[in-house]
């Protein structure tokens, strides 16, 4: 920072606990809060919630990543939704931690790769709380895990049984950014059949419950990811609202 120059205002987090909710009315509530902090409206903010069951197709997915015919997804339950986040094929489910956050990252963090990397340190330190350890993969985006020792991960080449555990899907316009994260705290990993997650064959999908880790309400988990996000990003925090 040059001699004389401001220094970038404190930063400050709110944060919104919708509950369980299907996923089209939600897409909507993020579309326009992306775009009212955009136009420079409200404060950085995040949505928590739980989704029904969805499939998620991001800009760079490929429909044959998609196993079920639409007929089966429908029977199940099951919805599916075009988005404009980067990345594959993903699902949501009840059980899962599910995190969009709508920050603009001028002026000191204009950085996309920074960004993901926040998102899944947040996943991380969540998960480490709840007795899973975890790390990232160099060559896959997300929250990995080893399924053969839960209890220890010492980097995605020296693990015996490789899982995900949390992606990470953003999209970034003006640097006010959305979509965001998901954690597997229990969803039901039979869901994960319909799919190609994230595009990855060679390795499976599990969450915190299958690993032997603390089982925890979604709601719960949301307001300690809040607190755990805003440390992250150097960020106050400021309301929870709960809204379900």
């Given at each position: 920072?040059?001699?004389?120059?401001?220094?970038p205002?404190?930063?400050?987090?709110?944060?919104?606990?919708?509950?369980?909710r299907?996923?089209?009315?939600?897409?909507?509530l993020?579309?326009?809060a992306?775009?009212?902090?955009?136009?420079?409206?409200?404060?950085d903010?995040?949505?928590f919630?739980?989704?029904?069951?969805?499939?998620?197709?991001g800009?760079?997915?490929?429909?044959?990543?998609?196993l079920?015919?639409?007929s089966?997804?429908?029977?199940?339950?099951?919805?599916?939704?075009?988005?404009?986040?980067?990345?594959?094929?993903?699902?949501?489910?009840?059980?899962?931690?599910?995190?969009?956050p709508?920050?603009?990252?001028?002026?000191?963090?204009?950085?996309?790769?920074?960004?993901v990397?926040d998102?899944?340190?947040?996943?991380r330190?969540?998960?480490t709380?709840?007795?899973?350890?975890a790390?990232?993969?160099?060559?896959?985006v997300g929250?990995?895990a080893?399924?053969?020792?839960?209890?220890r991960?010492?980097?995605?080449?020296?693990?015996?049984?490789?899982?995900?555990?949390g992606?990470?899907?953003?999209?970034?316009s003006?640097?006010?950014t959305?979509h965001?994260?998901?954690?597997?705290?229990a969803?039901d990993?039979?869901?994960?059949?319909?799919?190609?997650?994230?595009?990855?064959?060679t390795?499976?999908v599990?969450?915190?419950?299958?690993?032997?880790g603390?089982?925890?309400?979604?709601?719960?988990a949301?307001?300690?990811?809040?607190?755990?996000?805003?440390?992250?990003?150097?960020?106050?925090?400021?309301?929870?609202?709960v809204?379900?």
């Open positions: 920072m040059t001699a004389g120059a401001a220094a205002a404190a930063r400050s987090l709110s944060a919104v606990w919708l509950g369980r299907r996923y089209a009315p939600v897409h909507e993020m579309e326009q992306h775009a009212a902090r955009r136009a420079g409206r409200g404060g903010t995040v949505l919630v739980e989704h029904e069951p969805v499939i998620t197709l800009r760079g997915s490929k429909d044959e990543h998609v079920a015919p639409s089966v997804l429908v029977e199940l339950g099951v919805d599916t939704a075009r988005v404009g986040r980067g990345g594959d094929v993903t699902l949501h489910a009840p059980g899962q931690l599910v995190g969009y709508i920050v603009d990252l001028s002026p000191d963090r204009r950085d996309v790769r920074r960004f990397t998102l899944t340190e947040t996943m330190r969540l998960t709380e709840l007795g899973v350890e790390g990232r993969h160099p060559d896959h929250l990995w080893d399924a053969a020792s839960p209890s991960f010492a980097g995605a080449a020296d693990a015996r049984e490789l899982v995900k555990i992606a990470v899907g953003v999209r970034i003006r640097w006010v959305m965001g994260f998901a954690l597997n705290l969803p990993l039979a869901f994960y059949r319909l799919i190609v997650p994230c595009g990855i064959r390795h499976a599990s969450s915190i419950a299958a690993l032997g603390q089982l925890v309400d979604v709601g719960a949301a307001r300690r990811a809040f607190e755990i996000l805003a440390d992250v990003l150097g960020a106050r925090r400021e309301r929870f609202t809204l379900e």
